[in-house]
Structure formats: structure tokens, C-alpha cells
Nanobody
Framework: QVQLVESGGGLVQAGGSLRLSCKAS????????MGWFRQAPGNDREFVAA????????YYADSVSGRFTISGDNAKTTVNLQMSSLEPEDTAVYFC????????????????????WGQGTQVTVSS
């Protein structure tokens, strides 16, 4: 069984930075793609960033492009999200997700296409 464990959330002032990490484990895990979604109170879960485990290509939501950077390790079992220039609007629970199918520009934002989810980590940005 595949498990994802997130770490690195917390409280930061606007303009600050945080780094989230997600570690995957499980004998059947194959990294076709890993990414991050977030959900603020009263809002739907939304795509933040993802990286293909096959090509290494990265994808970002327009709202975080230029401020967030997603990266993975050589073993393809960890994905990190470096968040800079944080804004109060970035406040949300951030979820790591992994998929067992090819990640493309057409499906990267579809949360239903991700098979495994972490428990979530809270990020709070104060103004």
C-alpha cells in the first residue's frame, strides 16, 4: 500500500517562505507524477503544482507561478514545494498527491486522476 507523508507546514508572515516535503513509501509505488493541491476553508481543492516522474516536467497554477518551485529527488520518492513571497491568499491545507498514470498538460490539474493522497499540512500566512 502506498502512503504519502507531508511535512513542513506552519505559520509565516506575508512575504516569507516555507518548504513542504512529501515522502512516498510502499512496495507498489511507481512515480508517474506527484503534486500538490490546496484547500482553503469554504473552497474546493485546487491544483498548485506537479512534476512528472517520467519526464521531470513541472506544472504550476497561474496563482503560484514564479513564487513556488516544485522539485523531486533522484529516487523519485520525495517531492518538495518551495514557497516564496507568500500571500495571505496562500493560506490553506496543502495536500501531496501521487498518480499511477501518465501525467500530461491535459490531466495534471484533475484531482480525480491522482490515486494516493497525504493527510495534509496547514500553511497559514499572516498579513
Amino acid at each position: 500500500q502506498v502512503q504519502l507523508v507531508e511535512s513542513g507546514g506552519g505559520l509565516v508572515q506575508a512575504g516569507g517562505s516555507l518548504r513542504l516535503s512529501c515522502k512516498a513509501s510502499g512496495r507498489t509505488f511507481r512515480n508517474y507524477g506527484m503534486g500538490w493541491f490546496r484547500q482553503a476553508p469554504g473552497n474546493d481543492r485546487e491544483f498548485v503544482a506537479a512534476t512528472s516522474g517520467i519526464s521531470g516536467r513541472t506544472y504550476y497554477a497561474d496563482s503560484v507561478s514564479g513564487r513556488f518551485t516544485i522539485s523531486g529527488d533522484n529516487a523519485k520518492t520525495t517531492v518538495n514545494l518551495q514557497m516564496s513571497s507568500l500571500e495571505p491568499e496562500d493560506t490553506a491545507v496543502y495536500f501531496c498527491a501521487a498518480r499511477q498514470s501518465f501525467l500530461t498538460v491535459y490531466n495534471v490539474r484533475a484531482s480525480d486522476d491522482y490515486d494516493t493522497w497525504g493527510q495534509g499540512t496547514q500553511v497559514t500566512v499572516s498579513s
